[in-house]
Each structure stands twice: as C-alpha cells, then as structure tokens.
C-alpha cells in the first residue's frame, strides 16, 4: 500500500462496459488502493460514477468525468480537471479501445477511420493534454494498453486489420513520447495485453475462454488485475528508470513457442 501515495492520475475507458471487473477499471481501483488520486474517465458517466462508488466505498479517492477523448477539447478539459480538483497530474493510463472485424481488402474505411481514433488517436491527444501539466511538477508516467494483436501476425481470424494497426501504432508512439519526453523526467511505457478474461469475454462462452487459456504456454487465464499490476510498478517510483518499454501481460503467449520436432 502506499506505493502511488500523492500522485494524482487519470485512466481513461476506467469503467467495464458490463458488468465486472475490465482492463480499466482494475487499474483504477489498484492505483487508488496505492494512494493515488484517480480521474476516471468514460463517455458513460453512469458506469464511471459507479466506479467511483466502489473506490470510495474502499477509502480510495476518485473522480468520474465523462468525456470522448477522441476530441481534443475533451482530453484539454479533463487534463485541466485533474490539476483543479487534485493539484497535480502525475500519471495517465491510456486504456480505451475497442475492436471491428475485417481484413485488408473487407474492411470498412468508416470502421478503419473509428478504431484509428478510439485506440491511437485518443492516446495521442491525451498525452498532449497531459505532458505540459506532468512538466509543471517535475515529470510523470504515461502507460499505454496494447494487444498482441498488435505484435504477431494471428492467422486462422477473420482479420482484424484496423485493430491491428492501431495498436502496433500505439507502441510507436510510447517510443516516441518516451525519447521526446525523458529529459522532462516522463517516462512512457507499453502493456502488451494478451487473452485476459475481461467482462466482455464472457460473449466468447466457456468454451472460447477454454480455448484462450489452452493457447497460453502458462496454461492459465489472466485477469485485468494482472494488467493492474504491471501498470502500477510502471506508474510508481519504483519504475523511475524504466521508459520506452513494452511489457507482454500474456502468460507467455508472445515469447514462448512450441518447439518443432
């Protein structure tokens, strides 16, 4: 406990999109059990306020604001909201995103266009909202959610194209905020999210969930509080001299191979 203690930080897509605990919403109840001040921030207010119940019901401190950060005056407003309400902004976890099937040659321009602005172009302009306030104070940590979708190429799908780059395109941009930004004291790293079992896997039945885990050399399914986990080491102090990195939350599934005999 205590390990976030005085820092202020806002997650964006906080809240899961049904019931239970996602991706998103471990990590803010986490970084508020480490001390944090946590601006959580959803286009759907009444999920997000709901969360913030649950954090304050544990003693934590948070704050709903709903928003689409996928507009730049909306990522300034809750930036500024964060600094006004708390004092400071110390750490901000990207975390929306979402997905549309299709392959290069069947995928919708208006599908391409939507995830290119949800899962990358959101991340862009919340760091552009977010550095000038984390320079005020000495520095900060950004954390940005990808997927092993956007690492390996995973044949036998229907194809995932627009997802796919997105998300290869949000570790190009960790890098390049992390070399841009480090002389500022503000660090970016990357999660590399694998099959976690979040609230919107249960569509895939026991069956599909089996199927993930079975693919994962560990042989077990992760959770969003491993994906919370990560993201607190990279968000506290303990993580001062780490930037530019990119961490798998897999069980292996990126690293480990069969081998061949």
Not at 153 to 180: F, H, I, W
Request: overall charge neutral.
């Amino acid at each position: 406990m205590g390990r976030l203690a005085g820092k202020v930080a806002i997650v964006t897509g906080a809240a899961a999109q049904a019931e239970g605990v996602g991706n998103g919403s471990a990590v803010a109840m986490l970084f508020a059990r480490e001390g944090a001040s946590v601006v959580l921030v959803n286009r759907n207010l009444e999920r997000a306020k709901a969360l913030e119940a649950v954090i304050r019901s544990e003693g934590g401190e948070a704050a709903a604001v709903a928003a689409d950060v996928t507009q730049p005056e909306a990522t300034e407003t809750v930036a500024a909201f964060a600094v006004e309400r708390y004092g400071r902004l110390d750490i901000l976890h990207n975390n929306v995103g979402v997905g549309a099937g299709g392959d290069t040659v069947t995928q919708s321009l208006d599908d391409w266009r939507r995830l290119l602005d949800v899962n990358l172009t959101s991340a862009m302009l919340c760091c552009r909202a977010s550095i000038p306030r984390m320079r005020a104070t000495g520095g900060g940590a950004i954390i940005n959610v990808s997927s092993t979708a956007g690492v390996l190429g995973l044949s036998g799908t229907p194809g995932a194209v627009a997802y796919t780059a997105s998300k290869a395109g949000l570790q190009g941009l960790t890098l390049s905020v992390a070399a841009d930004h480090a002389a500022e004291g503000i660090r970016a790293n990357c999660l590399v999210v694998g099959t976690v079992a979040t609230p919107l896997v249960r569509a895939l039945g026991e069956e599909g969930r089996e199927r993930r885990r079975k693919a994962v050399p560990l042989q077990t399914e992760g959770t969003g509080w491993d994906v919370a986990y990560a993201a607190v080491y990279l968000a506290s102090d303990e993580s001062r001299w780490v930037t530019g990195v990119t961490l798998p939350i897999d069980g292996g599934f990126q690293n480990i191979r069969p081998w061949p005999r």
